[in-house]
């Protein structure tokens, strides 16, 4: 029992943030993009506020962002913002998040 309580742990560690999780600014619950979506992002050349530098140069699978924080960097001013999977493993745009009625972030 205590060898699954600690690759339970380590498995957690792995990641500095979930998808779900609270943005430590805003607290709108973070999504998930994959690596490929990331790298897409960043030809663009945004700023992203919700993923620190240091998590960024790890090149992890996949990363929690905050819709609210990076809107821009999603893609809210694109005709079709990029892919990202909400908690619920629900995949959506940031224009149809930002357009539900139960979107008050």
């Known amino acids: 029992m ?3 309580n600690l690759l339970i742990r380590k498995v957690d560690m792995t990641r500095y943030l979930k998808v779900g999780d609270s943005c430590k600014v805003c607290s709108t619950p ?7 979506t990331l790298l897409e992002i960043l030809e663009l050349r945004p700023s992203i506020k919700s993923i620190p530098e240091s998590v960024l140069a790890k090149g992890k699978d996949f990363y929690a962002i905050c819709p609210c924080c990076d809107a821009y960097a999603l893609g809210i001013e694109l005709s079709t913002g990029f892919p990202f999977t909400e908690a619920d493993g629900n995949i959506t745009n940031i224009q149809e998040l930002t357009s539900r009625s139960d979107w008050g972030y």
Do not use: P
Not at 30 to 36: G, K, Y
């Open 30 to 36: 973070r999504v998930d993009i994959i690596h490929q």
């Open 2 to 4: 205590y060898t699954n």
